[in-house]
């Protein structure tokens, strides 16, 4: 195989990587965001391993100004 044989193969081959690679970031940095009410979230209170433990549902700001909404599994207190 000559040299513009080898260039022509690369050529080929740059999409198909560049594809893997977006789509890879596309899953794993930029996920899409799941649509749901927060009363499918399922109960505030529930168990992890031995630890009783209460759901608090909260809101954040981020420095983009943009609004985070977050849940946050702390331990009961007893």
């Known amino acids: 195989m000559d040299d513009s ?3 022509r193969d ?3 081959l740059w999409p198909i990587v560049k594809e893997g ?3 890879l970031v596309n899953t794993v940095i930029r996920p899409l965001r799941a649509q749901y009410a927060p009363s499918e979230l399922g109960p505030k209170r529930g168990q992890i391993g031995n ?3 209460q759901r608090v549902d909260l809101k954040l ?3 983009a100004g943009l609004t ?3 849940s946050w599994w702390k331990p009961r207190k007893p």
């Open 68 to 70: 985070l909404e977050c």
């Open 51 to 53: 630890v009783s433990v």
């Open 5 to 7: 044989a080898t260039a």
């Open 61 to 63: 700001k981020n420095p």
């Open 10 to 12: 690369y050529r080929g």
């Open 21 to 23: 690679y977006e789509g």
